[in-house]
Structures are given as C-alpha cells and as structure tokens.
C-alpha cells in the first residue's frame, strides 16, 4: 500500500477507536445531564415534596391494584381500595405482601398509572416500589406508599388508577436472598 | 489473451463481477421465495378448515414466523439487491459496483445466515415462535433456545444490507458516466438511491433491538421486562422504527422497476419524471415518521395516536401521485401487452388497493377494530405481492433476455400471469372480508363463521403457488432453449442497457459511454 | 280479508321476504363487513369506515376507469401513434392538492372519535382485566375491597378441535365463566398482563386494547342493549393464542346485581367448602374431572405426557414425591407451568393432586384435604 494510503487508514482507524471510545465515557453521564436539565422521566425517583397549598375544593378519586406476575406465589394486595384526596394533599396507604413459600424470595413491585394524562401529576413521595422487597419463608410485611397528587391534574380527570405489579427478582439478586439466610 | 469468467464453482464463490453477484442473489431468492412459500402453503392447508387438521398450534406459530422472515429478509429484500446489482451499473455506464470485494461478502454472508435459520426448525424447542415481528416478553423471556440463532442471522443479514447500500450509494454517487447528472438517472436508480439510504438508517436499529434482545435473554439486562424498569412497548417502538421504513425498502424499488417497464411498453416516456423523483423521497422521510400506526391499541397517550394517524394519511399524498403519473404515462401511448406490462398494470391497480386499506387502517380510531385482524393480513399482502413479487416477477422477464440472451415463451408468460393474478386474488381479497368479520392473526383455527373465506383463501394460495412453479420452468427454458433476443429486445425501451449486446458482455462500460 | 289491490302488493313482498332468507343464510356464512355493533363508539368506527372505504371507491373508480379506458384504447393494435408529452406541472398540482383536501376532510370525523374513545373518565364501574397464557382473569374493583376475581377458560371441548365431535355455533367463542356488566352505564377496563403481551377485543363493543405485563391502560365502554358479545384475544401470546376467547354479557342492572351477589355468594360457598373433609373416592372421582378438564390438554388423558414438553404424570418425581411439593407446584406453577392456586378452589385443588397420586399407577395411597391448601397457600 502507498504511505500517504497507510497513513490515512492509521488515522482513520485511529479515529474510529477514539470516537467509540469517547461514545463509551461520555454518553452515560451526558444522558443523564440531559435529563436532568430538561426535566424529562425522572426515572424511579423520590417526589421532594415543597410546600403545597391544598385544593380543598376539588376531589380526586385514586383506586389501587394489584396484579402478580407470571406466577408470583406471594400475597399482594392493597389494605386501601379507593381514597378520595384534595389535589395537594399527603397521603399514606399500605400494601400487604406475605412471602407464602418455604424459601427465602425477593420481590420488585412495577407501578404503572391511568390514565396517562394523570402520569406527571402523580407523585411518590416515599414508595415501597423504590426498593427491592426481601422476605424470609412465610414472612409478611405491610408496605407503604406515600402520595400527592398534583394541582395542575388536567379537569378531566377525577379518578386515577395505580397498579402495582409484583414480579419475582429472586434469581437476579442472589446477595440479598443471601442476607435473609 | 481472451479474459472471461472462470470455469466451475470457484467461479462463483469469488466473482466480484457485479452479473455475477446479480444472478446468485436472484437465484437465492428464487429459492427463498420457494421455501417461504412452502411454509404459507402449510399455513393454509391448517386453515383450509376449521379445527385443528394437519399441525400442532406451536408449530403453525414457528410456520407463519418463518414464513414471514424468509419471505421479508430471504425473498423481497435479496431479489432486489439482485436486481440493483445487475441493472444499476449498466443504467449509468459504469463498469461495475465501486467495491466489488465487498459485494461478493455481501452476498455469500446471506446462504450461511439463512441455512442457520431453516436449521431452527429442527432444534429442540423449534424454530422462532414468535411472529416475524418478534415482541418482547414473548420473544425474550418465554422463547425457544433457537431465539439467539434467530439473533445471528438476522445480525449477518442486515450486515449484508448495510454493505449493500454502502456499495449501491457509492456506485450511484462516484461511478455514473460522464454526462449522468442525477435528474437524468433512469428512476430505478433514483428509487434504489433512496432505498440504499433508509437501509443505512434503519437496519442498525434493527440491529440495537435485536441485540437488546440478546442482552435481556443473556445478560441479565431488563430493557423490555417491567421487573427491572423496562417496558415491552419500547421493543415495538424501536422494532418499528426500523420495521416502518423496511417495508418501504420493499417497494421503493418495485417503484423503479413500474416506472422502467411502463414507459417501454406505452412507447411514451415517463410522465412527471421530476415529480416521481420528489414522491420517492418524500414517501421515504414521511416513512420515517409514521412507526407507531402498528402500534395504535398499546395505549399512547392521545397526542402520539393522533399525530401518528395524520403522517399516516399524509404518505397517502406521494404514493397518488405516483400512481397517477403511472395512469398518465399509459394514456395516449401506443401500448402492447406482453409479460412484462401485464404484471406492471396489474401492479398499478392491485397495489393502489393495497393503499387504499392502507388508508383505512390510518384512521385510528377505526384500526381499534382492524389491528391484529385478516384485514392487516390483506394490506400487507396485497402491497407485498402483486406489489413487490409482482414487480420482481415484472422485472425478470423485462431483462431476462439482456441477462442471457434468450426470449422466454409469451405465451407461457401470460399463463403465468393469469394463474397468479387469479391465485393471489383469489387468495387475499377474501382476507379483508374475514378480517372485517373479526378473524384475529396468527391462529391455527377458528369458528364457522369465517370458513368459507378461508377455504377459497386456502384453494387460491394453491393455485399461485402452483403458477410459481411455472415461473420456474419458464426460466429455465428460456436460459436453456429460448428464442435468440436482440440487443434492443423491446421495441420501445430506452436506457444505457439496452445498448449492450444480448446477452450483455461479461464486463460493460469498461470505457463509459458519453450522455447526453 | 284484504282488498283485491292490497293482496297484490303482499304477494311481492312475500316473494321480497322469501328472496331475503338465502341472502341472511348468505350474509352469515360469508360475512362482508364489520359490525356497527352496540356502542356509541362501535357505530362511530364503523361509519368511519364506511366513509373512508366510499372514498376509496370513488378514488378507484376515476383512476382504474381512466386506466381500463386507456388499456382499451390506447394500443398499438389499433394503429394509434403514442403522444410525447411527459410533463405538467398544473396537473402535478392539482392531483397532489385534491388528495391533501380529501385527507383533511377525513381527519375531522376521525380526531371527534379518537377523542371521544380516550374520555375514560367518570365510569360506573371498574373491571381489572389481565391476561394470561392463556386464558382471561376477571376482577371487579369494589371500594371495600370485596373484589370479584374468576377466570374465564376456552370452554370449546378438545373433541370438537380434534375433529372428533362437530362443532358448535360459538366454536372456539365460548367460555366458562363470561363477563357481565350493566347495560347503559359506563364501564372502565383496566387492562395488564400477567406474562407476555395479549389484547382483548370485543368487536361488537369496539373496544381493543393491548395487555402489556407490568402496565396497566385504560378502555371504556357504554352498551346500549342486553346482548352477548364475543371477541378474541388480538396479539400473539404463544401456543394457545387463538384459543383464549373473551364472551361479554350485557344485562340490565337488576340482573347485573342479581350475578354480582351470587359470585360473592360462590365465594363464600368455596371458602366453607375449603374447611370440609372429603372422603377419599369423592376426591379421587372429582380430580379426575378436574384432570379432564385443566391438566389432560398438556400431559394427557393418561398421564404420560409429550416428551420434550409436557412431563409425564405417570411415575413423575413430583407426583410421588412430598405432597407438599407437589401442591406447590399445582398452585404455583414452574418452569412451563401454568399455576392454578388462582384458577382452582381448594377442593379441586386438593382433588387434583390427590387424583394425580393415585392414578395413571402412582398409588401413593395418600390423601389431601382443602385445608391444606388452603394451610399451604397461607404459607403453612
């Protein structure tokens, strides 16, 4: 091959590496940057809850579900079934799950919302579905989750529906299932 | 020293002449398009009846997947490239493809990736199960070992799709003789110019989805499964992205092929040509703006369905105006009707039908009743067959005689022709009608009230596919025994390859010819 | 008696009606359209369509009419000289700006309707809907939280598939236990999955919407007569896809509660019935029905199985293994199994289990009571 071609294909060569490269070290934290800055997804966080004024004029109904995944051998359901709660107002509910397996298991509650248009509105102040849920053979636990629902909910929604769903993670976090022993 | 093609079959396993790589990716096809045709006969032999006859559910769901994947990624997409490799170089005076190494890897990657994905169907658990559209969990938590093969050979294929969009862009850029500008290409290379460019676009996505695939069956990543924070949807939003666009890399081409034969057979040139150029590329950035149609029931929030729904109905703007240039071209020509135009007429007419459910099913509110149903069946096929095959079909026997010198028989043409015009349509009119009845896809069996469709469904896909057999022979006498063709062949055709000898000399253009 | 002119017009009109019966027998068994079916929002789809599809007839009708004309006229063979013009921009203008117009005219009555069906507000009630590999769960959502839940089976016989038996009118339609809701009151779907993704469709109501596991998208409707509407599930879910149908019943209210009580009442009945002891033929002959009905479609009305699929019941590990895995695997499923802790009351559970060690030569001589189940299913 002629030298001005070999050294072109070096550099290029050279290139290529360095930009996959840079793609590998720079993209994560830029995504992240990214999200933060626009506001878009803030994925799996905890709501800061500021000071809000109360909406006591109006009234959102929220109901809660439960669904088990793919033969999830737990108990699982909501201790509340419908609240009514003013736009702006706390409010804490409870789930009761009970591991009913002779092995220790570690579950992940999924919570899913409709209607979408009520999805930014929506928020998780404290969540059970923020951690993994460890529990020992017959262990049960009543977990929390705390809400509020935002003023700027569009008018025409009045009810809103949260979903949990509770999937097996038990093969997928071996040092947790671990700790329980 | 006289320079020809080598002896035997090294000849072929390390030609980089662009004839040569044209004829095995048409006989490839030819072959897929056989297998894939075997797997739609098994599928409407079970369905001849209602009740389960002949297969098992689990296999009758590994038989419409496969069906679907050779027919797109083995058949359609290979007897393109065949064509563009044949015809593209020869249509601007070059001599051959600019990367003539790369275009033989291009090819022969094809057989290996294909051979593995046929042997699926004898691993243990069975071939993919899934549906050519492969949605996640099913395709991912809950699939057959044989998913991961499934991976490979859809990786090698669209690494032979991109090289061969590379090559086809840099032979149209770099290599068109003095003269050519791009308003002057012939619009079959105008359409594979663009194809080649949403290949490039999209067929790496295809390849992000399928490796995230791989990576939630394998790696312990969630990207499709809720459990970890991923979502289903996203597989169908990435799926088609790429999957939008690939169907208009399936009849883009088809386009240029329409637009060559037309013309020819009217003795009148094409009418609007700038304006077919602008279509083409207007249908192929509108295509990528459109995904989510396929994805209406999933539960998108009000304003993506209604977006989606109206660039839906805005491609159907384009797509007219090249059918009514088509119309046009024909109208107060001098017109003959030989093999080549009747498959090209009946693709004007059958694949504006096929546009018009098209149309129906961007309305989104109405596709609540017709996603998922025969009715989706029936566009598709109705833009796939007497669209794309059609096209092809129309395109062999338009250039057979330049490839090997030799006329096929007209009469046995027009047979063809009739048995799969009759076969095809006998085939899937009726879907629309079951579809519209209520008859989901992708089932093995079903109530009463849909059987007389699908028995005259199952009797016309029969009849076609007897009619391809046909094809076959017909070829095969041409190539052996048919009439000498001249170098013009048909009366009124016009472009660079019609003023090569018949059949064309190994090596065309070493000198390009001047344009004016 | 009629008068001589009015016995004339009833002779046509008989002959009319006797020429519409083959036509009816005719429009069922080769059904043309969709239904317009018995919502609001099924008649605003199906006009929809009809108005689309009249478009598209009047567009084919111009284009295809100039092409056969052309086709008819314009050939060689009839000495014509083919014209040369191959360009005009005015024309160009024309049939790119007409279509846009027919499209915007399209676009109106479609957003009304895409607005009108994402208005899932203000529902009388709320029915849960997942979906499974592969059947439908039902689960009515009570505020005290005395929720309704029951599956909801193909009930077509495996003999009527095979060919064995001929095929009733609802083949492949019918299930088990259908879904009721009231006439004239607005009902909201919330609908997920359990596994992988499937939809529920009931054309009649014009109502489909996609089940992806993990999420959970809302649907409504509003049914205006009492009726019984049938659909299938609409996206691929595997094996069984074509056969998980989904039958809904619309009745009047007082019906409606009349229904609603007496599942309450069922599920009272099978938590009493969980605490009575069975004697040994009575759990063995009722498994066997249980067996016929949930378990002989994989491993077989004699228990060997499919190999390489289905394992064996005949001498399984399981099945003369501990009772308490082999409970637990009825209940919870495993690896290709379907659990049926859910779809199953103690008592079948109990009898199955106690069926599947005792037949097919296990012979373990063991029996299982429904409290333990239910002493298992509470982590006993």
Known sequence: ??????????????????????????????????????????????????????????????????????????????MEFKVRVNPGQKKVIKYFARNNTDKPMVAQAVPSISPFSAVNYFHKIECFCFNHQPLAAGESAELGLEFVVDQDLPKQVSTITLSYTLFDITAQTQSEVAQLQ | MAHGPAHGLTRWLYTTNHKDIGTMYLWFSFAMFFLGGIFALIIRAELFEPGLQIVEPNFFNQMTTMHGLVMVFGAVMPAFVGLANWMVPMMI??????????????????????????????????????????????????????????????????ASSIMGAINIIATILNMRAP????????????????????????MPVLAGVVTMMLMDIHFGTSFFDAAGGGDPVLFQHVFWFFGHPEVYIMILPAFGVVSA??????????????????????????????????????????????????????????????????????????????????????????????????????????????????????????????????SITAAVYYWLPKWCGRMYDETLGKTHFWLAFI???????????????????????????????????????????????????????AIVSGRKATDQVWEGAHGLEWTVPSPAPYHTFTTPPKVD | ????????????????????????????????????????????????????????????????????????????????????????????????????????????????????????????????????????????????????????????????????????????????????????????????????????????????????????????????????????????????HGFMPVVVHAVEQAEFDTWLEGKRAKAREIAEAAKQ?????????????????????????????????FPAIAGSPIATGPVRDHINRVVNGGVGMPPFGEQLTPVELAAVVTYQRNAFGNNMGDQIQPIDVVNFKQGQ
């Open chain 3, 1 to 240: 008696m009629l008068g001589k002119s009015k016995r004339l017009l009833v002779l046509p009109l008989h002959a009319i009606m006797a020429a519409c019966l083959p036509i009816a027998a005719w429009a069922t068994e080769w059904p043309l359209n969709m239904t317009e079916g018995v919502t609001s929002v099924s008649r605003e789809i199906h006009g929809l369509h009809m108005q689309i599809f009249w478009w598209c007839v009047a567009i084919g009708v111009v284009v295809f009419g100039v092409m056969f004309y052309t086709i008819f006229a314009h050939r060689k063979s009839r000495g014509v000289k083919p014209a040369h013009f191959h360009e005009n921009v005015t024309l160009e203008l024309i049939w790119t700006i007409i279509p846009i117009l027919i499209l915007v005219v399209m676009a109106v009555p479609a957003t009304k309707t895409l607005v009108h069906i994402y208005d899932t507000d203000d529902a009388d009630l709320d029915i849960l809907v997942t979906g499974y590999q592969w059947k439908w769960k039902y689960e009515y959502l009570d505020e005290n939280g005395e929720n309704i839940s029951f599956f909801s089976l193909l009930s077509t016989p495996a003999s009527q598939i095979q060919n064995t038996e001929e095929k009733s009118e609802h083949y492949l339609l019918e299930v088990d236990e259908p879904m009721y809701i009231p006439v004239n009151k607005k009902v909201r779907f919330l609908v997920t999955a359990a596994d992988v993704i499937h939809s529920w469709w009931v054309p009649q109501l014009g109502v489909k919407r996609d089940a992806i596991p993990g999420y959970i998208h809302e649907a409504w409707t509003r049914v205006e007569q009492p009726g019984i509407f049938r659909g299938q599930c609409t996206e691929l879910c595997g094996k069984d």
């Open chain 2, 423 to 477: 076969g095809l349509n006998l085939t899937f009119f009726p879907m629309h009608f079951s579809g519209l009845a209520g008859m989901p896809r992708r089932i093995p069996d079903y109530n009463p009230l849909f059987a007389n469709w699908n028995m005259l469904s199952s009797i016309g896909s029969f009849l076609f596919g007897a009619a391809q057999v046909l094809f076959l022979y017909i070829i095969i006498r």
């Open chain 1, 1 to 78: 091959m002629e030298k001005a071609t070999r050294k072109t294909v070096a550099r290029l060569t050279v290139s290529a590496v360095l930009m996959f490269v840079a793609v590998f070290t720079i993209m994560p934290p830029l995504y992240t940057l990214l999200c933060e800055v626009t506001g878009l997804r803030k994925v799996g966080g905890a709501y800061e809850a500021e000071e809000i004024k109360v909406d006591s004029e109006r009234w959102v109904t929220v109901q809660f579900v439960a669904t088990h995944n793919d033969s999830m051998p737990w108990d699982f359901r909501p």
């Open chain 3, 277 to 309: 002891t069975l004697s040994f033929q009575e759990l063995y002959s009722r498994g066997e029905a249980v067996y016929t009905k949930n378990c002989a479609a994989c491993h077989l009305p004699d228990g060997k199985g499919v190999a390489g699929a």
């Open chain 2, 179 to 202: 003269g050519m500008t791009l308003m002057k290409m012939p619009l079959f290379v105008w359409t594979w110019l663009i194809t080649a460019y949403l290949l490039i676009a999209v």
């Open chain 2, 93 to 158: 005076g070059a001599p051959d493809m600019a990367l003539p190494r790369m275009n033989n890897l291009s090819f022969w990657i094809l057989p290996f990736a294909f051979a593995m994905l046929a042997s699926t169907l004898f691993m243990e658990g069975g071939a993919p199960n899934f549906g050519w559209t492969f949605y996640a969990p099913l395709s991912t938590t809950y699939a057959p070992a044989s998913v991961t093969f499934f991976i490979f050979a859809v990786h090698i294929m669209g």
């Open chain 2, 261 to 390: 034969i037309i013309p020819t057979f009217a003795r009148k040139p094409l009418f609007g040509y700038s304006s077919m150029v602008y279509a083409t590329a207007s249908i192929a950035i509108l295509s990528f703006m459109v995904w989510a149609h396929h994805m209406f029931t999933v539960g998108m929030p009000f304003i993506g369905e209604w977006v989606f729904m109206i660039a839906t109905m805005a491609i159907a703007v384009p797509t007219g105006v090249k059918v009514f240039n088509w119309v046009t071209t024909m109208y107060k020509g001098a017109m003959t009707f030989e093999t080549p135009m009747l498959f090209s007429i009946a693709f004007v007419i059958l694949f504006t039908i096929g546009g018009f459910s098209g149309l129906m099913l961007a309305i989104a509110p109405a596709d609540f009743q017709y996603h998922d149903t025969y009715f989706v069946v029936a566009h598709f096929h109705y833009v796939l067959v007497p669209g794309a095959i059609f």
